[in-house]
């Protein structure tokens, strides 16, 4: 994950983008707690780490076959923590939102794939808030089989959609479902 601490009293940082792992149990890194133990601070993570810094924009993964994992986002923040030598406790929250496609097939053919049209293609990002705002750009991602034939799964940008469910079929065909207009919510499926 990557860890940013904040004195809530200034602008000084404690960690920015401190990379920190997890073990099955706890975060570890090398992270110091700081020496003033009066300084109240905020304190952020978010996950998949990034190299180039906290991130200010999430771009959807438009292939997403092999697993829904690589499109995921999450976020966690506390507010007013003061040093302690226990474990700060956060709770990660997803940012994006999952789509589950159940499929009844009639068809006597296979489904090959399901692709969501109408997702944002990309998003600005809030860490410290948790906020996600959905650019006006779309995109078409195709989703994970989760279930042989009945169950696809795909993680998109929350936010006001018009989705278009295509089923392409192994006979060639493609079966085309528009949505209504929708409000996706993050951490929502």
């Known amino acids: 994950i990557g860890f940013t601490m904040t004195k809530v009293n200034g602008t000084e940082a404690y960690a ?21 133990a009066y300084s109240v601070a905020d304190v952020y993570a978010y996950y998949p780490y990034s190299a180039e810094g906290v991130p200010a924009t999430y771009a959807a993964v ?5 697993g829904i994992g690589q499109a995921d986002f999450m976020a966690a923040s506390k507010k007013g923590v003061l040093p302690t030598p226990n474990a700060i406790t956060m709770v990660f929250k997803h940012l994006m939102t999952k789509i589950v496609v159940n499929i009844d097939n009639l068809s006597g053919a296979f489904v090959d794939n399901v692709t969501i049209a109408g997702s944002a293609a990309s998003a600005s990002l809030d860490i410290e808030n948790q906020t996600v705002t959905a650019a ?5 991602i195709k989703a994970c089989e989760t279930s042989a034939g009945k169950v696809w799964k ?11 469910l295509v089923v392409s079929l192994s006979n060639g065909k493609k079966i085309t479902q528009p949505l209504a207009e929708m409000t996706l919510k993050s951490g929502g499926q």
């Open 16 to 36: 920015a983008n401190a990379a920190l792992a997890f073990d099955g149990t706890v975060f570890t890194g090398d992270l110091m707690w700081y020496a003033d």
């Open 62 to 66: 438009l292939d997403q076959t092999a």
């Open 136 to 140: 006006s750009e779309t995109a078409s």
């Open 154 to 164: 795909a993680i998109i940008v929350p936010g006001t959609a018009k989705l278009e």
